[in-house]
């Protein structure tokens, strides 16, 4: 099996890992942020081109509103501090999800990242942010019918879908012992390789990448067909 051209990773675990450090839920996703660095520079060694990390979910609007505030916070630190080091790593940022549900400050930001991160060509990685699958698929339909479509074929809905021009995910980690996608790229994940951890996101290290590709490498996809 080749090396997985795109891997999507749902970072889950932060909240409990901070809360059982004694440290509290924030604490654990700027933990997150980090571990989501050190997977960036598991990816370019590896040589994969492109990933997609689930930052925070359209349902995650739901959480308490200070952990929320501290999420935001995080992505204003994230967008501005560690804009320079993804720049210098030669990596394309590109935001998936409802942006226009974010700060308009945060929107700023992204979007400058994005625009400083354009032409940048050792990985493309997408960050998921306000983002829902159910929602992205709905947005999709209306946008192909307000550009006049009649009917929708599968093409015509994957151009309207955030990851227009994306591969498809070989393979999606979920870290923290969940099994479900929880509305992460439901029509994208069709025939993605799942792979789960018991590991909370922010400890996710070089042992679990190693493991979950060796995982991957064993598996056999079909794709249908025998
Ligand atoms: C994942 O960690 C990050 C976000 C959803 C923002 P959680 O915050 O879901 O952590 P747990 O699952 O509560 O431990
Ligand atoms: C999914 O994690 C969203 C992110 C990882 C950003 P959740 O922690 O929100 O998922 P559920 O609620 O356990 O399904
Ligand atoms: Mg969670």
Redesign the pocket.
Known sequence: MPTPQHIAF???GNGRWGTAKGMGRLFGHKQGVEAMQRVTGMLLKAGIPYATV????A??WQRPAEEVTGLMGLLRWYATEKLDELHAQNIRLRVIGERERLAPDIQTLLARAEEKTAHNTALTLQVALSYGARQEIVRAVNQALASGATAISEEILEHYLYTASIPDPDLIIRTAG?K?L?NFLLWQASYSELVFTDTLWPDFSETDFAAALAEYKGRKRRFGRV
């Not at 689930?54 to 979910?57: R, T």
């Open positions: 749902l970072m889950d689930y930052g925070f979910s349902e995650n969940e479900r929880s």
